[in-house]
Every structure is written in C-alpha cells, then in structure tokens.
C-alpha cells in the first residue's frame, strides 16, 4: 500500500509518503514539510495547509492518510492549533475519498524503534535505517510524518482485521469482510523535495 503520513502543525507540518507492506522493508516516496507565516490570519494558514496536503493527495494517490493522534499538551495554544492541522489534513484526506487513519505518538515510536518513549532523535535514526536513507530526513516533523506512515504500513492491516473481528463479535455475526481500503490505478512518478527516489 501506499501511504501519506501527516504530522500535523500550523507553523511547520510535516508529511511522508511510503510504500509497503508488512513484514517487508518499506520505501520512501516522499518527504517534505508545509510551513506557513505565523503572522497569517489563522484561516489564511489552515487554507494554506489544506491546499498543500490536497495536492499532495492529489500528486501521490495514497491507499490511505495516517495522521498523529493530538494529545493535550502543557501549551494549550499548540495543542489548539496542532490540533486544527490534523482537523484540516483528514478533510483533504476525506474529499479525496481516501480513508484516515490515527496514530499515537507512542504507539509510532513503538512502531519504528521498539520503544514508545524512544525521543526524535532515535525515531529519525530509525526511520534513516528502515527506509536506507542517505541522510536523515529534516527538521524533525518530516522524519515523524515517515514514521507515521511506516507505523500504519506495519500496524494499519492487523489493526483492521481486529476492528472487523471486535465488531462482528459485537454483532453477533459469523464472519466479517476486511475493511476496504480505496486502491490507485494508476500511479503518476512523484515530484517531491527531499531524500530518497520517486518510482
């Protein structure tokens, strides 16, 4: 699958997009950040962010958005706006009839070293050494949005298999079909800044 991970912010967002399947080494496809001017009035920049994940959508037709999960935060006013980004990334997401999915940040961090308390540091290293970087993808948000999307990769399937087997239990029901997930065509080479090679 392919997939476009999202960590969401209003000054800097980070995105990465990743193929793969689990139990196999995954490849980069893209990696970048959306920044946008802390001076903007706060819908010029949610508007901002929502065109730059569109064309995003658009350019790299990913099977599926994986987006962080915002936790509150000691500063409200991050959290807030953090929390709008993600708002704004799963509405881009969603008009493009691309399913999203929500990770926590422990639970990438997991994901990609083994730990959940691993710090930003160690993810990037990580995420370097899955996806046989050259260098380490930066400023941070970027190497967190590759983690992201190299988490659902891993997690995302099993963790739908055990929602679809969770919810026919509830119902009562025998057997239950896997969720589908919307699948590309067609996939146009990407045009990206940033490390690794397009396909």
């Given at each position: 699958?392919?997939?476009?991970?999202?960590?969401?912010?209003?000054?800097?967002?980070?995105?990465?997009?990743?193929?793969?399947?689990p139990?196999?080494?995954?490849?980069?496809?893209?990696?970048?950040?959306?920044?946008?001017?802390?001076?903007?009035?706060?819908?010029?920049?949610?508007?901002?962010?929502?065109?730059a994940?569109?064309?995003?959508v658009?350019?790299?037709?990913?099977?599926?958005v994986?987006?962080?999960?915002?936790?509150?935060?000691?500063?409200?006013?991050?959290?807030?706006?953090?929390?709008?980004?993600?708002?704004?990334?799963?509405?881009?997401?969603?008009?493009?009839?691309r399913?999203?999915?929500?990770?926590?940040?422990?639970?990438?961090?997991?994901?990609?070293?083994?730990s959940?308390?691993?710090?930003?540091?160690?993810?990037?290293?990580?995420?370097t050494?899955?996806?046989?970087?050259?260098?380490?993808?930066?400023?941070?948000?970027?190497?967190?949005?590759?983690?992201?999307?190299?988490?659902?990769?891993?997690?995302g399937p099993?963790?739908d298999?055990?929602?679809?087997a969770?919810?026919?239990?509830?119902?009562?029901?025998?057997?239950?079909?896997?969720?589908?997930?919307?699948?590309?065509?067609?996939?146009?080479?990407?045009?990206?800044?940033?490390?690794g090679?397009?396909?």
């Open positions: 699958m392919r997939v476009l991970g999202i960590d969401p912010g209003l000054t800097r967002c980070g995105w990465g997009v990743v193929d793969g399947r139990g196999a080494r995954p490849t980069a496809v893209g990696v970048g950040v959306v920044r946008s001017d802390h001076t903007l009035a706060l819908e010029l920049r949610l508007l901002e962010l929502h065109t994940v569109t064309a995003l658009r350019e790299h037709r990913p099977d599926v994986a987006i962080e999960r915002v936790f509150q935060q000691n500063n409200k006013g991050t959290a807030t706006g953090t929390a709008q980004a993600a708002g704004v990334a799963a509405l881009a997401a969603a008009q493009a009839s399913p999203v999915h929500w990770h926590t940040p422990s639970e990438v961090k997991a994901a990609i070293s083994g959940g308390r691993a710090d930003k540091e160690q993810v990037t290293l990580m995420v050494r899955v996806l046989g970087l050259d260098t380490p993808p930066k400023p941070a948000d970027a190497a967190d949005a590759l983690a992201l999307a190299v988490c659902h990769v891993w997690r099993t963790q298999r055990l929602r679809v969770a919810l026919a239990a509830g119902a009562g029901v025998g057997a239950a079909a896997p969720l589908s997930v919307a699948t590309r065509s067609a996939v146009r080479p990407g045009r990206w800044q940033g490390i090679s397009g396909r």
